[in-house]
């Protein structure tokens, strides 16, 4: 029976019918047996209509029978138990089950494996979120993820969006949708599932909100971004607690033969490299696939505003070659003034060649060093560059790094070295003609 002060038992948090002035007890309790029963229909709706009126508007009246069924269907489901979470099966059958099924294939070839579960893990300010949202626009419309990697089983995506405003998830994906050929109208009509909400991992009542979605638009993708506000309770330095929390998610999705990537970030303390940035425990180890993107260099232009990235992306996986790719990224507002202007997106792949022909690739801390350089006058000193670095990214650089890393780029002809005037002075570097050339 209803509670119509409140809640049904613990399977709705909130009241499914706050009390009316002058309710016809009689006829709200019958309403209530009828949904409990399942012998709730167009008839029945019309009869408790007509006796009950208690509400002046038929549209609210449908909407509390619908939260009434779904809170009946959660309490049904929580009375009948469980599914098994332990199946057993003789190897025979699985190999059966898995010849009959179609070839597998990629989400984004070569770097996602379809149905997958992953972290894109990214230094701050990466744009973590510009490159999800490419990946929920790429994979709804078929095409390249970041022109780079293409899209082998378009679909719906699920978008989980926990940093920011639906109207600023719009104006990104709008320019995104723009980048990739695609008008707004274009864009907007894309099978796209919002949810500006980061889910809660360890709570029952979302990941059974969760399953419904998944199993109402059965998408090929579901991102979530970011983890840190889905992982409210449990501790970053707890690798079971962890894994128990992404495990929870992670057969929701799966069970619908869905992919699974989840935003992260990497640690403050500038420990590890790569894919062993992520911050915590636990992301790391039970992803499928790991993409880690660490930002190379960055620069805005005085005039138009507009920001560039140079982003070094690394995919790793149980299935996949190791795999890295140099990303630009633009982004400027047609007005930086008005947060209604047009946004502008685009995404290009680095592939500035050496003399040789052949791709150079900079480390992190080389391509700061670069854009240091770049931005100097002339000849500098390791400690004048660390400035340059530690204004421009908000952090230094060590000075063994510093000193590896200017060798480096003596070496490959993109900063001449001169030692200082006497002995006991500090030597210092100036930008070469070539590595004034290098796009940063």
Known sequence: MY???????SAQEEPIFARPENPNDATLRALADAITNGELNDATRTDLWTAAGFITDPSTFHTYIKKAEE????AKSTEEGPTPDLVFRTLADIARDVDTRPPREFLFEPVIVAGDYGIMAAEKKAGKSWGVGDAAVSCAAGMPWMGAFPCRTPGCVLVFYGEGSDAKLTRRLRAIGAAKGLSYEQTDALDIVVCCRAPQLNDEQHLHLMRKAVEQYRPKLVIIDPLYLSAGGAKGSDLYSMGALLGNVQRVVQDAGASLM??????????GNGHDRSSGVGPAEWGRFLISVAVKSKSTNP???ESTVVLDWQFAGDEIADTGVNLIRR???EDPTDLNSPMHYSVTIDTMPDQGGQEVKLKPAEWKLLQALQQAKGYETIERLVDRVKKEHGHGLVRETCARGLKTLTELGYAAHQEGLRTGFPGSWVVTEKGAARPV
Do not use: E, M, P, Y
Request: avoid cysteine.
């Open 303 to 305: 005039v138009t505003l």
């Open 262 to 271: 989840i935003s992260h970030h990497w640690n403050k303390g500038g420990q």
């Open 3 to 9: 509670d119509f002060n409140g809640a049904q038992g």
């Open 71 to 74: 809170a009946r269907d959660a």
């Open 331 to 333: 982004v400027r507002a």
